[in-house]
């Protein structure tokens, strides 16, 4: 079960984000709140990106030697740029999505300020260090974690300090973020020590796909039973 999980975790991870956009649309539609339209944006997002980063596994598994030759040399050899694109546009949305549950005007300006900061920053270490084609950044996946951090933090300070930390379980957004938080907490140790990926460390290899393949289907496994769950609650009502 574990190699059929891990020998096809690309196309099952895609399967499960799909999944997951198309019952956060079935909620969204359902219940009309706005907020739940951000989330759906970025697993949207995430979606579209996943699907058209599969143009270097379809090419370099197929016999197309012309295909092949037609990128080797360029830099659309790898997909690394379609996923330095994702970590900024999706960062700013999950951002954006942080900043609609915020009830005071002091957060949402500080969601502001994290985002433009987070901009700056990314935009700056791409130009920087010329990573933008060559592979993902880990200096912008590392600041949108910090960032995200400090968002849930602020959501989570913000409802402790009002009177819907009584019915918190009643909300989709507190099983949103929650569930992101988990997954950052489980990804971004694992981000820092990227520099051991390579063939030199097969063993590091096998866990960083193990934990980034299982991390994505807990992930999207929540997402999908938490909207499912609460549409079907919405649809009582």
Same mark, same amino acid.
């Given at each position: 079960?574990?190699?059929?999980?891990?020998?096809?975790?690309?196309?099952?991870?895609?399967?499960?984000?799909?999944? =997951?956009?198309?019952?956060?649309?079935?909620?969204?539609?359902?219940?009309?709140?706005?907020?739940?339209?951000?989330?759906?944006?970025?697993?949207?997002?995430?979606?579209?990106?996943?699907?058209?980063?599969?143009?270097?596994?379809?090419?370099?598994?197929?016999?197309?030697?012309?295909?092949?030759?037609?990128?080797?040399?360029?830099?659309?050899?790898?997909?690394?740029?379609?996923?330095?694109?994702?970590?900024? =546009?999706?960062?700013?949305?999950?951002?954006?999505?942080?900043?609609?549950?915020?009830?005071?005007?002091?957060?949402?300006? =500080?969601?502001?300020?994290?985002?433009?900061?987070?901009?700056?920053?990314?935009?700056?270490?791409?130009?920087?260090?010329?990573?933008?084609?060559?592979?993902?950044?880990?200096?912008?996946?590392?600041?949108?974690?910090?960032?995200?951090? *400090?968002?849930?933090?602020?959501?989570?300070?913000?409802?402790?300090?009002?009177?819907?930390?009584?019915?918190?379980?009643?909300?989709?957004?507190?099983?949103?973020?929650?569930?992101?938080?988990?997954?950052?907490?489980?990804? =971004?140790?694992?981000?820092?020590?990227?520099?051991?990926?390579?063939?030199?460390?097969?063993?590091? *290899?096998?866990?960083?796909?193990?934990?980034?393949?299982?991390?994505? *289907?807990?992930?999207?496994?929540?997402?999908?039973?938490?909207? *499912?769950?609460?549409?079907?609650?919405?649809?009582?009502?």
């Amino acid at each position: 079960m574990n190699d059929f999980i891990l020998n096809n975790k690309h196309w099952l991870t895609i399967s499960l984000e799909f999944t =997951a956009t198309l019952s956060c649309y079935l909620l969204y539609n359902k219940s009309r709140d706005y907020r739940l339209r951000l989330f759906l944006y970025y697993l949207l997002l995430t979606v579209v990106i996943e699907t058209l980063a599969c143009y270097t596994y379809i090419i370099y598994s197929t016999n197309d030697n012309a295909l092949y030759e037609s990128i080797k040399n360029t830099v659309f050899r790898k997909n690394s740029w379609l996923y330095n694109i994702y970590l900024i =546009a999706g960062i700013m949305l999950l951002m954006s999505y942080f900043s609609s549950l915020f009830k005071t005007s002091k957060f949402k300006k =500080a969601a502001f300020y994290l985002y433009l900061a987070f901009l700056i920053f990314s935009v700056l270490s791409y130009v920087i260090t010329e990573t933008f084609f060559r592979f993902i950044s880990i200096y912008s996946f590392l600041a949108g974690s910090i960032f995200i951090f *400090i968002s849930v933090s602020l959501y989570y300070y913000e409802l402790l300090n009002s009177e819907q930390i009584l019915k918190f379980y009643k909300s989709v957004h507190f099983y949103v973020v929650t569930t992101l938080l988990m997954w950052y907490i489980c990804i =971004a140790p694992l981000m820092i020590f990227t520099s051991f990926f390579n063939l030199k460390n097969p063993n590091f *290899i096998a866990f960083h796909d193990m934990v980034m393949t299982y991390s994505n *289907i807990i992930m999207y496994l929540t997402f999908t039973v938490c909207f *499912i769950t609460f549409y079907s609650k919405t649809k009582k009502s």
